[in-house]
Every structure is written in structure tokens, then in C-alpha cells.
């Protein structure tokens, strides 16, 4: 059974950082590209930055710069390191394991964590 976890939220000051972790199954964590996504209230969910089986990253416009996501695969774990947090960061990050995109527009497979938030004060 895929489980994703997530941990490593809080409330911290702008300007502050900090260092999300997800545990996944490694059923299928070298078979997937993941990626941390995030929604705040009143807002669509947003991708925030992935990383893909070979190591390659990429990141949305706004958190480029500041954020790193990485990959242990010894640990099953993907990171989200935050650095210079902004309030428009505040939103609950979510991790995900997808699998290929598919014709009719859903994926392979498409697992999420339960979500971890993420308040950044000014």
C-alpha cells in the first residue's frame, strides 16, 4: 500500500525557513516524479517545485531562488527545504507521487500526503 507522509510545518517569522520531509513507499518512489504542492484558503492548489526519478527540478517562478527540493532515496524521502519564507507562502503543502500523464488527461497513478501547514507571519 503507497502511503505518503509529511511532516515538518509550522509558524515561522518572514524571513525564516523551513524543512519539509515526506516518507513514501518505495513501491514507488524511484518509479514517479514528486513534487510538493500547496493551497491556501481561497486559492487553487498550486505545484510549488518537483523533482524527478533522474534528479531533475523544477520550481514555480515565485519560490525559485529560495526553496530546494530534494531526494534520498536511501529513505524513501523527498524534502522541501524553504529559505526566506514570505507570507504568500502560508498555505498547507501537500506531497505527491504521480505517474506518467496519460491521453485522457489523468495520470498513472496519482498519490497525495495528508498535508502540512505552513504559517509564515509578518
Keep these: 500500500q503507497v502511503q505518503l507522509v509529511e511532516s515538518g510545518g509550522g509558524l515561522v517569522q518572514a524571513g525564516g525557513s523551513l524543512r519539509l520531509s515526506c516518507v513514501v513507499s518505495g513501491s514507488i518512489f524511484d518509479a514517479n516524479t514528486m513534487g510538493w504542492y500547496r493551497q491556501a484558503p481561497g486559492k487553487q492548489r498550486e505545484l510549488v517545485a518537483a523533482i524527478t526519478r ?26 522541501l527545504q524553504m529559505n526566506s519564507l514570505k507570507p504568500e507562502d ?21 498519490y497525495w500526503g495528508q498535508g502540512t501547514q505552513v504559517t509564515v507571519s509578518s
Excluded at 95 to 101: D, F, I, L, T, Y
Aim: charged share 25%.
Design 54 to 79: 533522474g534528479g531533475t527540478t523544477n520550481y514555480r517562478d515565485s519560490v525559485r531562488g529560495r526553496f530546494t527540493i530534494s531526494r534520498d532515496n536511501a529513505k524513501n524521502t523527498v524534502y
Design 90 to 110: 502560508t498555505a498547507v503543502y501537500y506531497c505527491n507521487a504521480a505517474g506518467r500523464r496519460l491521453v485522457d488527461g489523468g495520470y498513472e497513478y496519482d
